[in-house]
């Protein structure tokens, strides 16, 4: 049959081309052919790539993992990397594959893994079931793996056809590669402003400026990344919870800044603190005794360093989130005086702007980023890969900082 479209295809390309591309001397049958195989590798790893995000909130600080098998041109088997401390995907798809993988093809969005952590490597079962070609989407920078499983399935015969799609299956891991690079969190700003960029009234009132659809997707995001940093501004206006209350998944680590530890015994954030993390960040000066009392209510404190402008040290509070508690990604929604620390400091690397088709004025109403801002406009901080999504009748555009580690 494919032999009999194949044919039909290339008398009508070539008569097109006949008539309106005389000299061209191209193979049609080739780049037909060609356009088939790179289509059908297209279809599994997207698939696979579907399969990946199944993991989102579950995975950290593992990174997200989809395979499918495919014999003869059917898909056998297929799944992903469940949870942190499980089966990784290409274990997981053969595991449970019930047909003969003998000759096979497996599709994997990440290159597989060479060492013995809290799993046998994938490596091993790849070559056990006797697949015979494995497509990789991106490259492993764990220095455990980096570039180690690709060889070895080499040298055991296995064909591997690196990089497919590999620009799609970064982004859904560029919260693994900054953190296994880096060791210090993926950080995230959000923030919801209306179209003249306020995120309140004068009168400090913020509910709500976006609609019910983009507060919903703000708590996939909470789902997405492993920790969500406020400042004590926001908890005193807001006695936020800081959960994730609309979608299944773990409930980020509380992070939040509060240089003097000022906050409220009372707060939601203290009285849940036994049943979600809570770690607040405040200065070496800060009352001892009330630290005692919050660490008898389960909060954890940590002190760090101030700037020379007086602020805490952002950059430090990073390096003992992702040293000393594995925290791979940090989801800031802070006010406009943290956001405007955060972007000075340089952890910013990534922004989510979730824009309200609203107008509400005022010159004292606040901004999403305050402190002094640039002087000059070649100054500003640029934006790179952005993406608008619709979200009832606001949008959300974000995008990763330009010159930031990705």
């Given amino acids: 049959m494919i032999e009999v479209l194949l044919a039909i295809i290339e008398l009508l390309i070539r008569k097109y081309i006949e008539i309106n591309?005389?000299?061209?001397s191209l193979s049609i049958r080739d780049i037909v052919l060609s356009r088939c195989n790179i289509s059908m590798e297209e279809k599994y790893m997207r698939r696979a790539i579907e399969l990946a995000k199944k993991g989102e909130g579950f995975t950290n600080p593992n990174p997200m993992v989809g395979c499918v098998v495919v014999k003869d041109g059917k898909i056998i088997s297929e799944d992903y990397h469940h949870r942190y401390g499980e089966y990784h995907a290409e274990r997981n798809a053969l595991l449970k594959c019930s047909e003969d993988t003998e000759g096979a093809e497996l599709y994997v969005t990440l290159e597989?893994?060479?060492?013995?952590?809290k799993t046998p490597p994938c490596t091993d079962i790849i070559i056990e079931k006797g697949i015979k070609k494995v497509y990789v989407g991106s490259s492993d920078p764990n220095p455990l793996?980096?570039?180690?499983?690709?060889?070895?399935?080499?040298?055991?015969?296995?064909?591997?056809?690196?990089?497919?799609?590999?620009?799609?299956?970064?982004?859904?891991?560029?919260?693994?590669?900054?953190?296994?690079?880096?060791?210090?969190?993926?950080?995230?700003?959000?923030?919801?402003?209306?179209?003249?960029?306020?995120?309140?009234?004068?009168?400090?009132?913020?509910?709500?400026?976006?609609?019910?659809?983009?507060?919903?997707?703000?708590?996939?995001?909470?789902?997405?990344?492993?920790?969500?940093?406020?400042?004590?501004?926001?908890?005193?206006?807001d006695n936020p919870m800081l959960n994730c209350r609309i979608c299944e998944g773990a409930d980020p680590v509380r992070?939040?800044?509060?240089?003097?530890?000022?906050?409220?015994?009372?707060?939601?954030?203290?009285?849940?603190?036994?049943?979600?993390?809570?770690?607040?960040?405040?200065?070496?000066?800060?009352?001892?005794?009330?630290?005692?009392?919050?660490?008898?209510?389960?909060?954890?404190?940590?002190?760090?360093?101030?700037?020379?402008?007086?602020?805490?040290?952002?950059?430090?509070?990073?390096?003992?989130?992702?040293h000393e508690k594995k925290i791979d990604s940090v989801l800031l929604e802070g006010g406009g005086t943290l956001n405007a620390s955060a972007l000075t400091q340089g952890i910013v690397n990534k922004v989510y702007a979730y824009i309200a088709p609203k107008l509400i004025g005022g010159a004292s109403s606040k901004s999403p980023i305050e402190g002094e801002g640039i002087d000059l406009m070649r100054d500003a901080v640029n934006i790179k890969n952005a993406d608008i999504i619709r979200l009832g009748n606001d949008i959300c555009i974000s995008g990763n900082i330009e010159g930031g580690e990705c």
């Fill in 112 to 117: 597989p893994c060479c060492h013995h952590g």
């Fill in 145 to 237: 793996v980096d570039g180690g499983g690709n060889r070895i399935l080499k040298e055991n015969g296995i064909e591997v056809i690196e990089h497919v799609l590999e620009e799609e299956c970064d982004v859904i891991n560029e919260i693994f590669f900054h953190y296994i690079k880096n060791k210090i969190p993926f950080v995230a700003m959000k923030y919801a402003m209306t179209l003249d960029g306020k995120i309140a009234a004068h009168t400090g009132d913020s509910k709500w400026i976006t609609s019910e659809e983009a507060r919903g997707h703000v708590h996939l995001l909470r789902k997405r990344y492993a920790g969500i940093m406020a400042g004590i501004g926001t908890v005193i206006a």
């Fill in 21 to 24: 591309v005389p000299e061209c």
């Fill in 255 to 322: 992070i939040i800044c509060d240089t003097s530890l000022r906050i409220d015994f009372d707060s939601n954030i203290v009285n849940t603190a036994h049943e979600i993390p809570v770690i607040i960040a405040c200065a070496a000066e800060a009352s001892e005794e009330k630290e005692k009392r919050l660490k008898e209510k389960g909060v954890q404190i940590v002190r760090v360093d101030r700037t020379e402008e007086g602020k805490l040290d952002l950059r430090e509070l990073m390096r003992y989130l992702g």
